[in-house]
């Protein structure tokens, strides 16, 4: 029996009909309805955070919301930063701090970053590591995460010095 719920996702400003199933995650709506793949599975059930979107500007697991429960919300993605020829401040700061290196954790980073500085725009150090602690990188050691983070902030603040603070 088909159970098929024709709903509206608001994604990146843009209003999309699709016709899911109530079981269907977010996640895969995300990736295979949508076609936006910025999006990362990883672990899907809310461990990694590879997944992290932010849902009316907060950081949100996609793999842990079924699509249907998005409605009516704003959804965006990794793909409304930035693009590869005109990345936006945030993905600038993580390529100069090399906070990546395989990049399977990096949009999940990304957009955990993203809500987190829009909710604290001045955080200290120890807040940034606390808020990244959310999201597990096996690549980088998270400090050049923490350092791009800060870098941006910094930048967002207006300050015109990027160096960041001695690790504490
Ligand atoms: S894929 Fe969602 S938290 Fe890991
Ligand atoms: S850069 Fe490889 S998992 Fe984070």
Redesign the pocket.
Known sequence: MSDKHLIVLTVNGIDHELLVEARWTLLDVLRHQVELTGTHVGCEHGVCGACTILVDEEPVRACLVYAVQAEGHAIRTVESLGTPTEPNDLQEAFSARHG???????PG?LMLAEGFLTQRPTPSREEIREAVSAN?????GYQTIVDAIEDTARRRAGQTDPEPEAVR
Do not use: M, P, S, V
């Open positions: 990546l290196q395989c990049g399977f954790c990096t980073f597990l990188c096996r690549c980088t």
